[in-house]
């Protein structure tokens, strides 16, 4: 008996939903990542005003100073939904986790002089306060963003910046050999000793900052803009010659996202940039004002970490300000 | 068919979504015929992938040895490198 397999082909009358087909042309097939944030966010038809902010609609464009003709132009570059996203950071952390195995099978602490380990938990464990404010802060862009495009992002942003800080709490307790102390007096060092109060001030301060993008400018652009190269890429270059080399094994995970979310921090920054001339002012100016603050609060945690701290921070803000130029800025 | 096409043959699946895109992009003479659960191109002489494209699109680091990985079947020889995929014909 011969078996003979015949194909029915059944062509499917739409090949996406309707508002997708609107946005990306009748007939086309969308990719999950357009099907998953597309005007997925009400536009109309609100019911009542929430009650902690009567002065808005509960999604509302006024929220912010910056214009945008179309809020979907603020599209991810790395086009992460729910599952891309996961698997994403699941490959990330199971090469982390393996660095971590690594580094207590073969002792590797040991090759960490004790000077770089005290550094290390005095100078960069309290910074994991810093990751959970900004956790907090692209919270605050996920409840006052308009368009589900940004918030998507910046959802995925958020849980990111707790990764970061646990990472950190990891760190501080493999060299702190597991007990929970040295993150007591990491977080005492962050409320108390004069260097990091600067940066405190700036993280608490954001929290109260009404208009959400430029949160996101203070926040994702500025802050990170600063912080990131000192802790994750100069200051470990600076130990990495003196027995310090483990640590960027440990922050490998920090530093490689760093690197992927700038590429939608500076998306989001270029597409608000040359949607119009007002918005170009506006966020030149919160540039203006933002920047002398944080490299002044970056300044003062350089001189725990670096040799050179003026030279170091200088440094940064040369590439920082190039990074933005490069994306549509004049500063 | 001519035969000078060469021929690729890739899954209808999500992932090979982008690859069809960037083939287009970079092969004007190409012509995508979606059979079911396959999606099946043809180019005369050369179809060429390139991972630059691949990664304007998708918005990450692309390997073309990815596309192995929705490959159904494909005709022409095979050059592959780190920045593409290409099938030709020699002749």
């Known amino acids: 008996m011969t078996l003979d397999i015949k194909s029915v082909e059944i062509k499917p009358i739409r090949q996406t939903y309707g508002h997708v087909a609107r946005r990306i042309g009748e007939g086309k097939a969308a990719t999950r990542y357009e099907e998953a944030t597309y005007d997925l966010q009400a536009s109309t038809n609100f019911h009542y005003l929430p009650t902690y902010n009567s002065k808005f609609e509960i999604y509302d464009e006024r929220k912010t100073a910056i214009k945008m003709s179309d809020w979907y132009k603020f599209l991810d570059p790395r086009q992460y939904y729910y599952s891309n996203y996961v698997m994403t950071r699941a490959k990330q952390q199971e090469v ?3 660095n971590f195995t690594f580094i207590e099978k073969r002792d590797l602490l040991l090759t960490m002089s004790k000077d770089i380990r005290e550094q290390v938990l005095k100078s960069v464990v309290p910074l994991r306060h810093y990751e959970w404010g900004a956790n907090m802060n692209n919270l605050q862009l996920v409840s006052e963003s308009y368009g589900s495009a940004l918030a998507n992002a ?49 993280v608490e301060d954001s929290f109260v900052v009404e208009d959400w993008f430029e949160l996101f400018v203070l926040q994702n652009v500025v802050m990170d803009g600063f912080i990131h190269p000192l802790f994750f890429d100069l200051y470990e270059q600076e130990i990495s010659s003196k ?30 940039i040359s949607e119009s001339e007002e918005n170009k002012q506006i966020i030149t100016t919160w540039l203006n004002n933002y920047i002398p603050l944080v490299e002044k609060a970056t300044l003062a945690l350089a001189g725990n970490l670096v040799e050179n701290p003026t030279e170091t921070v200088s440094l940064i803000k040369e590439n920082f300000i190039a990074r933005l130029n490069k994306n549509g800025l004049n500063l | 068919m001519n035969g000078n096409n060469v021929l690729l043959v890739l899954q209808a699946v999500e992932e090979a979504k982008p690859m069809v895109e960037a083939i287009q992009k ?6 995508i015929q979606n ?25 990450r680091e692309w390997d073309p040895q990815e596309l192995q990985l929705c490959l159904v079947t494909l005709a022409g020889n095979v050059d592959e490198d780190y920045d593409h995929f290409t099938i030709y014909w020699d002749n």
């Open chain 1, 96 to 98: 982390a986790e393996q």
């Open chain 1, 154 to 202: 910046a959802t995925f942003h958020a849980e990111d910046r707790l990764g970061n800080a646990q990472y950190i709490t990891r760190i501080g307790l493999l060299l702190g050999e597991n007990e929970g102390s040295v993150l007591d007096e990491a977080k005492q060092i962050w409320l108390q000793e004069s260097s990091w109060q600067p940066l405190r001030k700036l």
């Open chain 1, 243 to 272: 027995g310090g080399n483990i640590q960027s094994m440990m922050t490998e995970f920090i530093s490689t996202w760093f690197e992927e979310s700038n590429k939608w921090v500076d998306k989001t920054l270029n597409v608000a």
């Open chain 2, 26 to 31: 970079d092969n004007p003479q190409a012509i």
């Open chain 2, 35 to 59: 059979e079911p659960a396959m999606i099946k191109i043809t180019c005369p002489s050369k179809l060429i992938v390139k991972a630059d494209t691949m990664e304007e699109l998708i918005g």
